[in-house]
């Protein structure tokens, strides 16, 4: 494991990354101005409001709906509404997107969730670091604003790849080829994970499907078998994808009960904070991709291009503000009212670990090491474990929810030509009839292997490296095309590990980074073994490699 540069204070080797979706920071978190006046969120005694073209005016208030029945928009032309006259066209966007909404929904906008009702997010809230001036990256939807967090820009698109009402080159986003801060990781030989449930979008970037990165992919399972082991087994970065279609869906985007997401913060959080030696060494950073189309008052202030790719917009100024939060022993009870966007975290892994850039908006951005404290001692007082109800965990109106599971979001709809893309055209680049006939080939040498596992008392690579956890055996189509995706990229990582292992020129850090790599795959540490490397080349051998 890469260590702290000398006479560092950064108590941190762990940094766990969770973006959920389509919240906004009032309406999330502005409730904690009742416990910080200081901090910048909703005034009960000056509550602001939106006027809607016919002229009626609504105004924040607190709500305790679970459930938004329609997804506001948020792409660029929706925002520029929203933010007109000092952000007074949030009801009068969704109005004319929806005439026929009730006035439930459109309270809804402006709504905030009071004090303590969302139990994990507002418990964390109450315990750690509130980032008060945490925007999303730019004003538009879900995958620009992903992309910015892990690769410091979006190569130039601001829209969604959904249905081409945006004019989007679908094709095209498939084919970004920007470095990511997995590319500035691997380089660095810093040991990485990705935690998926079902379809990680991150598979969008063109570097993260090349067999070496799409190794690093897990389901979310495996991230809390890890949790309970070694501290020094854990990844020093890892990136949890919440699960984005289905019936568990729990990456908190509208209509789905909130809850779902709840839970999943909560099932993170006691991961880490039940194994000692990991939440000591951890930062945890829970942050929204973009403001969803709900209400927030502050005005996003300019921001830095981060490149010269700006084919649908000039990247000149911050999106809405969302909610974030960084929790740790190492952080204080507080908010933050630095200005920080999502390449803060790059900002912040770049600086830690002495990494290559990122682009010019992730070299200026404020890195969110500013939160940590110098000298600061190691707190006790954190809580052991956050809990959901049985009531909160049950949603209030259960047709609702199974109705929420049918309907195709643009990020679903920009998942389904993503799964359709890989199983077409990125698998050896091979036309349909081959690609089938491969598939076919591959899932019969699969059942003659694990025969052949069962039969000699072993596991053969093709089982380790492949095996999925249940979820990527529900029955749904883009999740099993994506399972068979990183089941063939994990079988390709095997030989390209092999050659690294054996070239004399590779370094003796990039040696043990692919080491570990193969560790991961194959669930054998051969990087705890006395020797490691000898044992590790037998394997790869035996199995042809």
Known sequence: MAMEPAGTSDPIRHVVLLILENHSFDQMLGCFQGIYPSMDGVDPAHLRENQ??????YRQSATTERQMFVDPHHELEHVAV???NQNSGFVRDFVRAYPDSTSLAR??????????FLPALHALARHFTICDHWFSSLPGPTWPNRFFALTGTSHGRVNMPQDGQHLVDVKGWFEQDQDTIFDRLSEKAIDWK???????QTVALCHQRRALNAARYFYMGQFYDDARGAEEDFPQFCLIEPDFVGSGENDDHPPHDIMKAQKL???VYNALRSNAALWESTLLVIIYDEHGGFYDHVVPPPAVPPDDHQQEYTFDQYGLRVPAILVSPWVKREVN????DHTSVLKYLIDKWHLGPLGRRAALANSIGIALQTGMSLRDDTPVRINLTTQQLVPPDARAEDKAESTRSAHHIALGFLTHYLKIAVVENLPLFYTACARFLEDTKGLIQRWLSWFYKESPAIVVAVQPDKLARDKQPLREQF????GHQKQRALPALARILRDPKVSNDQRHHALRTLAVITGRKFHREQNGLVNADQWLKKYGY
Request: no cysteine; proline share 5%; charged share 15%.
């Open 52 to 57: 809607e073209d016919a002229g009626t005016f």
């Open 82 to 84: 929203q933010l007109e």
């Open 107 to 116: 309270n809804f906008i402006m709504g905030y969730y009071p004090l303590d």
């Open 194 to 200: 990705v935690y998926f449930q079902g379809i990680p």
């Open 265 to 267: 913060m909560a099932d």
């Open 337 to 340: 009212a630095t200005l920080f």
């Open 483 to 486: 399972a068979k995706f990183l």
